[in-house]
């Protein structure tokens, strides 16, 4: 068994909350941000979206929003437990190049607007996620190999993103991958930025851990949403297969989910496919919950999202069960999984997103 990683803070902004327990809020009570925006492509007809609101001065540019919504939820993620930033690696997922993004920069760029921003200076060995989604949970995987690093203490993993621009729109109106009036299995643009920090001790803790990260995996898909073919769920189920390898139950412990599917036809199909072949276990019905109808599709930031929401309900005493199987799935072809567990010491909770030491 692979010894776990211990989740220490974690931090959020969405479409449908400011912070990270805005959004479980608001997530738990099906409130959606789904909003008819206008993106200005030709003609210039109104899109079903998620948009964040905020002041014009954050939107200047697409990679100033972006540098924003990033520093906005590392801000949160890092508050309580207020890690020394020099012994603290940022893994960061920003769009995926293939997508050519208005606000994708160079590595050294995206990180250091964030460090600015923060007016911090993080490990030497941060690094920029290029891999979509699913890099998000291919980083907690790698974060064990930093960690053999003694001048490493924690590690920062997670993702901003935002499909409210004029070059994903078109790009996925193009492939009718939308939701609308013609299509209505197709998914709905959102925003936003999530990240969690993790350690493998909690020798430096401050407070008691949130949660823990017990498996981790992650397998590449063939039949891409990009490509001719529907997939039938051969990479995700290994990503599955491999993330529960590290934990002691296996399969038949695992007693919820919180899945990035975002609506699409494609995503249906393959999820459909890869629970009915790696969900073995008879069970009366397994709970799945899908941020994305509150927030809908945020791209690189829908991961992280989907371990704080598991981990809060874990934590909080209204999930169905103490073990959940976070999934995500990159555009690209790479798939992530990980199980989400309760933390050796439940935290209490003292306030909206404060813990008592």
């Known amino acids: 068994m692979t010894p776990a990683l211990t989740i220490h803070g974690w931090g959020a902004v969405t479409p449908v909350g400011l912070t990270a327990p805005q959004t479980c809020a608001a997530i738990r009570a099906r409130v959606s941000g789904f909003r008819e925006v206008v993106v200005g ?3 210039e007809e109104s899109q079903l979206a998620a948009r964040i609101q905020g002041k014009w001065t954050l939107r200047k540019t697409p990679a100033d929003w972006l540098s924003n919504l990033a520093s906005r939820a590392i801000a949160e993620c890092l508050g309580d437990e207020q890690p020394d930033s020099r012994h603290t690696v940022l893994l960061i997922a920003p769009p995926e190049a293939f997508r050519e993004h208005p ?5 050294a760029s995206v990180i250091r607007g964030i460090e600015s921003r923060l007016g911090l200076r993080f490990h030497l060995r941060s690094a920029v996620l290029r891999g979509g989604p699913a890099s998000v949970f291919q980083a907690l995987r790698a974060a064990r190999t930093l960690f053999a690093d003694p001048t490493v203490h924690y590690c920062v993993v997670g993702g901003m993103d935002s499909l409210i621009n004029r070059s994903d729109i078109g790009r996925l109106r193009a492939a009718n991958r939308l939701r609308d009036s013609g299509n209505p299995q197709g998914l709905v643009p959102g925003e936003g930025a999530s990240f969690i920090l993790v350690s493998p001790t909690s020798r430096w803790l401050r407070f008691r851990p949130l949660a823990q990260v017990l498996g981790v995996g992650a397998a590449v898909e063939s039949d891409t949403v990009l490509g001719p073919k529907y997939s039938v769920g051969d990479g995700i189920r290994a990503a599955l297969s491999a993330a529960v390898a590290e934990t002691d139950g296996g399969e038949p412990s695992l007693e919820f989910v919180a899945s990035t599917f975002n609506g699409e036809r494609y995503g249906a199909w393959e999820s459909l496919i890869a629970r009915t072949r790696f969900y073995r276990t008879r069970k009366e019905r397994i709970e799945i919950v899908y941020p994305a109808m509150s927030v809908g599709e945020i791209g690189t930031a829908a991961p992280a999202l989907a371990v704080i929401v598991a981990a809060t309900a874990i934590a909080r005493g209204y999930a169905p069960g ?11 072809g790479l798939r992530g999984a990980c199980v989400i567990g309760p933390s050796p010491e439940p935290p209490a909770f003292s306030g909206p997103g404060r813990r008592a030491s």
Do not use: I, Q
Request: proline share 11%.
């Open 41 to 43: 492509l030709p003609p």
């Open 103 to 107: 606000g994708t920069g160079a590595d």
């Open 322 to 332: 103490n073990l959940a199987m976070c999934e995500a799935s990159s555009d690209e």
